[in-house]
């Protein structure tokens, strides 16, 4: 199959030939249709983060099932499937208190010893994130992806694999929004505005979305916001106590700085909670007043929105079928994915949304 190969960082991804195997008892074949491209991504591919190579990056996609193995029942050819990354075992400790984006059971991959589910040059190659999304199939555990009703646009679904997922269940999984509460979101990508999203269908009574692009804060009102500030000539923290007489019940940081996830706990008013989405880069310490920690202010870090993802995507789904869930506007652009290295330079210069690579079917 066609696959964009990640070489090394800095290189531009290259379209090449991956082997992919059948798949094992507990495995799901997929033909891909549709891959988002993450920030996550981006920092592989830019070398923030680091990862062993080559190997095939994406993991927010969506498709159809081709083959199943012997003992999969919980999808069959022909369904429609979300992938998620937070591949679950089902009997670990976390798993059985109900907490299955923290499960890092090795259960869900294949043994060292074994025939790898990618190789490359006839070599085993690593698979990212359980999934290698950026690739005609898939090959992923059963407990990797879950079937959504057939009406439902595959290209849009492959977004709530990850963004929609990470930005909408900080707000109701991790954060536990009510109605009326006060929400920021610091910055407006497709996260952010899918926190935004998630906090208007929570209930709450103003949300106020903060980025330094004016274009981004025209979308964060498509998406719920009720008031924005332009973070390029305020000062953030206090404008949102002013408009908020005092502070924010719920802020959430979806870019991934210092001086941005500082800013999110300085804005809550007593008992409110900061939560970090952002990826921050290694080695980075944050400074907080412990004064404000006195008032029951708390700080905590969400992981793809505490998701547990066979109950929570089928949900999203819905509220997108139903107009509550605004997808259309998130993806700026479709491409196939031998441009796959324009989408990440779009990423780059951060202006839009979200690309979506979509497969020839
Ligand atoms: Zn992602
Ligand atoms: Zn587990």
Same mark, same amino acid.
């Given at each position: 199959?066609?696959?964009?190969?990640?070489?090394?960082?800095?290189?531009?991804?290259?379209?090449?030939? @991956?082997?992919?195997? #059948?798949?094992?008892?507990?495995?799901?074949?997929?033909?891909?249709?549709?891959?988002? @491209?993450?920030?996550?991504?981006?920092?592989?591919?830019?070398?923030?983060?680091?990862?062993? &190579? %080559?190997?095939?990056?994406?993991?927010?996609? &969506?498709?159809?099932?081709?083959?199943?193995?012997?003992?999969?029942?919980?999808?069959?050819?022909?369904?429609?499937?979300?992938?998620?990354? /937070?591949?679950?075992?089902?009997?670990?400790?976390?798993?059985?208190?109900?907490? $299955? /984006? $923290?499960? @890092?059971? %090795?259960?869900?991959?294949?043994?060292?010893?074994?025939?790898?589910?990618?190789?490359?040059?006839?070599? %085993?190659?690593?698979?990212?994130?359980?999934?290698?999304?950026?690739?005609?199939?898939?090959?992923?555990?059963?407990?990797?992806?879950?079937?959504?009703? *057939?009406?439902?646009?595959?290209?849009?679904?492959? $977004?709530?694999?990850?963004?929609?997922?990470?930005?909408?269940?900080?707000?109701?999984?991790?954060?536990?929004?009510?109605?009326?509460? =006060?929400?920021?979101?610091?910055?407006?990508?497709?996260?952010? +505005?899918?926190?935004?999203?998630?906090? &208007?269908?929570?209930?709450?009574?103003?949300?106020?979305?903060?980025?330094?692009?004016?274009? !981004?804060?025209?979308?964060? #009102?498509?998406?719920? &916001? =009720?008031? @924005?500030?332009?973070?390029?000539?305020?000062?953030?923290? #206090?404008?949102?106590?002013?408009?908020?007489?005092?502070?924010?019940?719920?802020?959430?940081?979806?870019?991934?700085? !210092?001086?941005?996830?500082?800013?999110?706990?300085?804005?809550?008013?007593?008992?409110? =909670?900061?939560?970090?989405?952002?990826?921050?880069?290694?080695?980075?310490?944050?400074?907080?007043?412990?004064?404000?920690?006195?008032?029951?202010?708390?700080?905590?870090?969400?992981?793809?929105?505490?998701?547990?993802?066979?109950?929570?995507? %089928?949900?999203?789904?819905?509220?997108?079928?139903?107009? #509550?869930?605004?997808?259309?506007?998130?993806?700026?652009?479709?491409?196939?994915?031998?441009?796959?290295?324009?989408?990440?330079?779009?990423? *780059?210069?951060?202006? +839009?949304?979200? /690309?979506?690579?979509?497969?020839?079917?």
């Amino acid at each position: 199959m066609k696959a964009a190969v990640f070489h090394s960082p800095g290189t531009p991804l290259v379209i090449e030939d @991956v082997s992919i195997d #059948k798949p094992g008892p507990h495995e799901v074949l997929i033909r891909t249709v549709a891959a988002g @491209v993450c920030h996550s991504d981006l920092h592989f591919v830019d070398g923030m983060l680091q990862h062993p &190579a %080559p190997v095939v990056l994406g993991h927010e996609a &969506a498709g159809v099932v081709e083959q199943v193995g012997s003992l999969v029942r919980t999808v069959k050819p022909g369904d429609h499937v979300v992938t998620c990354l /937070s591949a679950y075992c089902g009997h670990c400790d976390h798993c059985l208190t109900g907490h $299955l /984006s $923290l499960c @890092v059971s %090795p259960d869900t991959r294949r043994g060292k010893g074994e025939e790898q589910r990618l190789s490359y040059l006839q070599k %085993p190659m690593p698979q990212f994130g359980n999934l290698s999304a950026f690739a005609e199939q898939m090959l992923v555990h059963e407990h990797a992806c879950v079937a959504i009703r *057939r009406d439902m646009p595959l290209d849009r679904a492959a $977004l709530i694999g990850c963004a929609i997922t990470t930005g909408a269940g900080a707000v109701f999984n991790t954060a536990g929004v009510r109605p009326g509460e =006060t929400v920021a979101v610091i910055g407006c990508g497709g996260i952010g +505005l899918a926190a935004i999203n998630g906090a &208007a269908l929570a209930g709450a009574g103003r949300i106020i979305a903060i980025d330094m692009l004016p274009s !981004k804060l025209e979308l964060a #009102k498509l998406f719920g &916001a =009720t008031d @924005v500030i332009n973070a390029a000539d305020t000062d953030v923290v #206090k404008a949102v106590r002013d408009l908020t007489n005092g502070g924010v019940h719920f802020s959430f940081e979806c870019i991934g700085l !210092k001086a941005t996830a500082e800013q999110s706990f300085a804005m809550l008013r007593r008992g409110g =909670t900061a939560t970090l989405i952002g990826m921050i880069k290694p080695g980075v310490k944050l400074e907080l007043d412990p004064n404000h920690l006195l008032h029951e202010r708390r700080i905590q870090g969400s992981v793809m929105g505490s998701n547990r993802f066979p109950v929570d995507i %089928p949900r999203l789904v819905d509220f997108y079928m139903a107009g #509550k869930l605004h997808l259309d506007p998130m993806i700026s652009r479709r491409l196939e994915l031998g441009q796959i290295n324009e989408a990440f330079d779009e990423l *780059r210069r951060g202006e +839009l949304a979200r /690309s979506v690579v979509v497969f020839e079917q």
